[in-house]
């Protein structure tokens, strides 16, 4: 959910598809989430919602991912990977 900071007021308002455990993390003017079942969708920080990307990875994220320069460091239940250029 997007809020106004001055106001209060909610902007807008998606449903992800699962749970998620590991906090959101901002990187590069994008707000990461990753799902219990392995569903990461990346959103672009504004007054629009804008879904830049959204996978399935084949494992479930329990932790809050790392992110190292343009990359991020995630821990699913079966293995460490990174993602980035």
């Known amino acids: 959910m997007c809020i106004d900071a001055a106001t209060g007021k909610e902007i807008w ?3 992800l598809r699962s749970d998620h455990n590991a906090s959101p993390v901002i990187a590069d003017n994008l707000v990461w989430f990753f799902s219990v079942k392995g569903d990461v969708t990346a959103i672009r920080t504004g007054r629009e919602l ?3 990307s959204s996978f399935q990875m084949d494992s479930g994220i ?3 991912p790392a992110f190292i320069g343009k990359s ?3 821990r699913t239940e079966k293995y460490i990977c990174r993602i980035g250029k």
């Open 13 to 15: 308002s998606h449903r």
């Open 72 to 74: 991020v460091i995630v």
């Open 50 to 52: 804008d879904i830049v």
């Open 62 to 64: 329990w932790g809050t």
